[in-house]
């Protein structure tokens, strides 16, 4: 199976920071590899599962809590007034379910709102955040939600 989530999750011992945001049994917080966006996550479960629907109840439990802690810790870090939450693991090799948590900017033009926002991601070498830029919010990130704590 061609999956690069799993192929990700296999590696989770070596990760760099900007691939483990956060997580815990059942989830990993990632920063996207393409977004030209400071902050767009992507959570994704640690198991390959390919639709919403075979998410176990122990998975989908905490799916919520992670959705929140996330925008809370894009709010404090980033300076969004709210963030949006997308799914549709449609493009070929990222079959596996995955949420982009995405924060929405205060200064957020028109054009971009909504699903426009996608015009962020995808976005070419030079345009994207850099490898150290995406390592360096995501340290912002992971001591936001290591004071935070469970709420
Ligand atoms: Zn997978």
């Known amino acids: 199976m061609d999956c690069y989530t799993c192929h990700r ?3 989770i011992d070596t990760l760099p920071a900007r691939e483990l945001v956060a997580v815990d049994e059942h989830w990993r917080v990632a920063h996207a590899f393409d977004a030209a966006l400071p902050g767009w996550l992507v959570l994704v479960p640690r198991r390959h599962v390919a639709s919403i629907a075979e998410l176990t109840d122990a998975e989908a439990a905490s799916l919520g809590t992670w959705q929140v802690r996330l925008s809370r810790a894009l709010r404090a870090v980033t300076g969004c007034s709210k963030t949006y939450v997308m799914q549709f693991a449609e493009k070929e090799g990222f079959a596996h379910v995955h949420f982009h ?4 900017m205060p200064d957020l033009p028109d054009d971009r709102r909504g699903p ?9 070498q030079g345009q994207r955040l850099d490898e150290l830029q995406q390592d360096e919010i995501a340290a912002a990130l992971r001591a936001r939600l290591d004071d935070a704590g469970p709420e």
């Open 9 to 11: 999750n296999r590696q």
């Open 101 to 104: 948590v995405v924060p929405r």
């Open 116 to 124: 426009a926002i996608f015009g962020y991601l995808g976005a070419t």
